[in-house]
């Protein structure tokens, strides 16, 4: 193929990407949400590093918008580079540009709208559930808290288990490549992107836990790792780390770009991947809708024969199937936040680049999984858990589940500690 042919094929592919941003820049996008938010953050980088830091960010963005994908589609006649290498370049520049459409600064769209949606969602449904608490029998409230909480699970494990251990750290192999898909498509429907987007992060995070380049902590600015530059301060005022590393960090354009870097070994053993990674918007509404579906059927064949069961009406049961999964996700979402916050609070020593200001908290045990022994698992990435016999691990229950059943296998644990220190 030519090079004028294979650029012509990058530029479309990358138009084809990024159509939802183009098509997100309407008028009232652009007074609504984006002139604001572009607003509060040149306010917010000026207090922090002053001029020279908004004339930073106004270069990076115009930067994201013309330099970077022309280099990509250029790159894509660039046969010195491997076309793996150079498929994920395309896509990085081309997933970027959809980000300003919904999580550019601090009055975004997806801030705006989910907090919104939350604050109105959780409102709506306690003010339900104190009304039919009352009518409800002691089994249908036993029926409904277990669904709640192993909705809560499964969700947890997505990210902790899948995103997390698995596709960041390679704790365990899959037993073959359906069910590496399986897995991609259970990692997706925590909805926090897919796989490569989520290891590009948690590998960064790694490498300089709680120094500058991390993408997400509350002590340092993130840029360090992507620009070079001369250290700054942190983009949001004092005491606002916590909020920035909670979920601010997912507004801040030098966290947009989806790093090839990172994840390498990934997209060049499933090549598969990449095209993926477009679909990973789709999974989550899909998942939530089949969660919906199951627990309905659950709780209608749970309560068909309950004798003090007033609450027979299928309309009913379906709101409360509803409320139950979407109450579950967002429990699950603020948890796996609090990881990135809350966790990397402290304000003890820097325990070096392995380490960071990471801490255990047991308290967090039932919420996280497993992901709450977090210094330990800083101490031992590949472990598939750090758990110690006397704490809660519920994502390595999966785990074993599915060792047993034969579908993952080479689970890295204590036992095989030392070829886990060699790696
Ligand atoms: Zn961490
Ligand atoms: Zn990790």
New binding site residues.
């Given amino acids: 193929m030519e090079a004028s042919t294979r650029c012509a094929v990058g530029a479309l592919a990358l138009a084809y990407i990024a159509t939802p941003a183009l098509r997100a820049f309407r008028v009232g996008y652009l007074t609504d949400f984006f002139a604001p938010s572009l607003a509060a953050v040149l306010m917010l980088r000026y207090w922090s590093g002053g001029r020279k830091e908004v004339v930073r960010e106004l270069r990076g963005i115009a930067t994201d918008w013309t330099v970077t994908p022309l280099r990509a589609v250029v790159g894509c006649a660039d046969l010195t580079v491997p076309l793996l290498d150079r498929v994920a370049r395309l896509l990085s520049a081309a997933l970027t540009l959809p980000k300003y459409a919904v999580s550019y600064g601090p009055l975004c769209p997806i801030l705006y709208t989910r907090w919104g949606d939350v604050a109105s969602e959780v409102g709506f449904i306690a003010t339900r559930s104190f009304a039919v608490s009352t009518q409800l029998s002691p089994l249908a409230i036993a029926v409904w808290v277990a669904c709640f909480v192993a909705v809560l699970r499964i969700y947890v494990a997505s990210i902790e288990l899948v995103q997390h251990r698995f596709w960041s750290h390679g704790c365990f192999e899959p037993a073959s490549r359906p069910v590496a898909w399986l897995l991609w498509v259970w990692g997706a429907a925590g909805g926090q992107g897919g796989a490569l987007t989520w290891v590009a992060i948690h590998r960064r995070?790694h490498r300089f836990?709680d120094a500058p380049g991390d993408p997400h902590s509350p002590h340092a600015p993130p840029r360090e790792a992507c620009a070079g530059a001369t250290p700054v301060a942190h983009p949001y005022p004092r005491g606002c780390g916590l909020a920035y590393a909670h979920f601010f960090w997912m507004t801040d354009r030098d966290n947009f770009a989806f790093q090839p870097q990172y994840v390498g070994d990934l997209y060049r053993s499933m090549p598969e991947l990449l095209l993926l990674e477009l679909l990973s918007g789709r999974v989550g509404p899909l998942w939530s809708r089949g969660a919906e579906e199951i627990v309905f059927r659950l709780a209608t064949a749970c309560l068909a024969h309950d004798p003090f069961e007033s609450w027979h009406h299928p309309a009913a049961l379906r709101a409360l199937a509803s409320d139950v999964c979407f109450l579950a996700f967002e429990v699950m979402t603020q948890g796996s936040w609090a990881?990135?916050s809350v966790?990397?609070m402290s304000a003890a020593g820097h325990g070096g680049a392995a380490l960071?200001r990471?801490v255990d908290a047991p308290w967090l045990a039932h919420w996280l999984g497993g992901g709450h022994i977090?210094r330990s698992h800083?101490a031992e990435p590949k472990l598939a858990t750090v758990a110690a016999a006397e704490q809660t691990d519920f994502c390595d229950h999966f785990t074993r589940a599915m060792e047993r059943a034969g579908l993952v296998r080479r689970v890295r644990r204590r036992s095989t500690e030392e070829e886990v220190k060699k790696d």
Avoid: A, I, P, R
Wanted: no cysteine; aromatic share 0%.
């Fill in positions: 995070h836990t990881v990135n966790l990397h960071g990471s977090h800083h």
